[in-house]
T-cell receptor
Framework: QKEVEQNSGPLSVPEGAIASLNCTYSDRGSQSFFWYRQYSGKSPELIMFIYSNGDKEDGRFTAQLNKASQYVSLLIRDSQPSDSATYLCAVNTRGFKTIFGAGTRLFVKA | SQTIHQWPATLVQPVGSPLSLECTVEGTSNPNLYWYRQAAGRGLQLLFYSVGIGQISSEVPQNLSASRPQDRQFILSSKKLLLSDSGFYLC????????????FGQGTRLTVV
C-alpha cells in the first residue's frame, strides 16, 4: 500500500463548479497534512495545510481532514481555468519527513 | 523573508558522467533540507533529507548521494549517471520544527542521454 494515495485523474469540471480532490494515507501517526498546486514544468507551491480534524477554509479553498478514516480532501469553489494544475497531497509522517501522493490533474473548462 | 535557490534550471548529461546539483537557503537558520525527484507524469519521490550539517537520511537506495557541508547548503551528487536518473529534481526546505510545511526551489530538469 502506498503511503499517500490520490486518484491521478484527470478530473474535469466546468468553470464555476466545485472541484473535489481526495487523498488517503496509511500512517495513523501522521500529524500534518498539506495540499500543493503544481503547474506543468514548475515546482509545487503550498496552498493549504491542516492539522486538526474538520474543515479549514481559505478563500475558495477548503481542506477537510478525517484522521479516523485517514482521509484528507481539498474543495475548490468557483473553479477557474487558472486552477487547472496538478494537486499534490502531502503528509508529514514522522516529524521531519513529508511524503507526497502522485497528484491529481485538474482541468477547469471555460 | 526566506528564499531558496537551486541551480542549474536545466541540465543535459551523458550516461556515466558525474552530477552535482546545489541548493542554498537564505533568511533562516538550521532549516530541514530535502531532495525530491519527480519522474515525468509522476509524484514526488523523497530522496534525501537533512536536519543538520552532516546529517543525511537516505530514503531510496540508488547511485545518488547528498551532502550538507554548510547549514544552508544541500548538494545532490552522482559519480556516474544512469538513464533512469532523468527527471525533475527539487530541493525544499522547512523550518526547524516538527510537522511543518516544505517550500520548494525552482527545480532542475535533468536529462541523461
Amino acid at each position: 500500500q502506498k503511503e499517500v494515495e490520490q486518484n491521478s485523474g484527470p478530473l474535469s469540471v466546468p468553470e464555476g463548479a466545485i472541484a473535489s480532490l481526495n487523498c488517503t494515507y496509511s500512517d495513523r501517526g501522521s500529524q500534518s497534512f498539506f495540499w500543493y498546486r503544481q503547474y506543468s514544468g514548475k515546482s509545487p507551491e503550498l496552498i493549504m495545510f491542516i492539522y486538526s480534524n474538520g474543515d479549514k477554509e481559505d478563500g475558495r479553498f477548503t481542506a477537510q481532514l478525517n484522521k479516523a478514516s485517514q482521509y484528507v480532501s481539498l474543495l475548490i469553489r468557483d473553479s477557474q481555468p487558472s486552477d487547472s494544475a496538478t494537486y499534490l497531497c502531502a503528509v508529514n509522517t514522522r516529524g521531519f519527513k513529508t511524503i507526497f501522493g502522485a497528484g491529481t490533474r485538474l482541468f477547469v473548462k471555460a | 523573508s526566506q528564499t531558496i535557490h537551486q541551480w542549474p534550471a536545466t541540465l543535459v548529461q551523458p550516461v556515466g558522467s558525474p552530477l552535482s546539483l546545489e541548493c542554498t537557503v537564505e533568511g533562516t537558520s538550521n532549516p530541514n533540507l530535502y531532495w525530491y525527484r519527480q519522474a515525468a507524469g509522476r509524484g514526488l519521490q523523497l530522496l534525501f533529507y537533512s536536519v543538520g550539517i552532516g546529517q543525511i537520511s537516505s530514503e531510496v537506495p540508488q547511485n545518488l548521494s547528498a551532502s550538507r557541508p554548510q547549514d544552508r547548503q544541500f548538494i545532490l551528487s552522482s559519480k556516474k549517471l544512469l538513464l533512469s536518473d532523468s527527471g525533475f529534481y527539487l530541493c525544499a526546505w522547512s523550518a526547524d520544527r516538527l510537522n511543518t510545511e516544505a517550500f520548494f526551489g525552482q527545480g532542475t530538469r535533468l536529462t541523461v542521454v
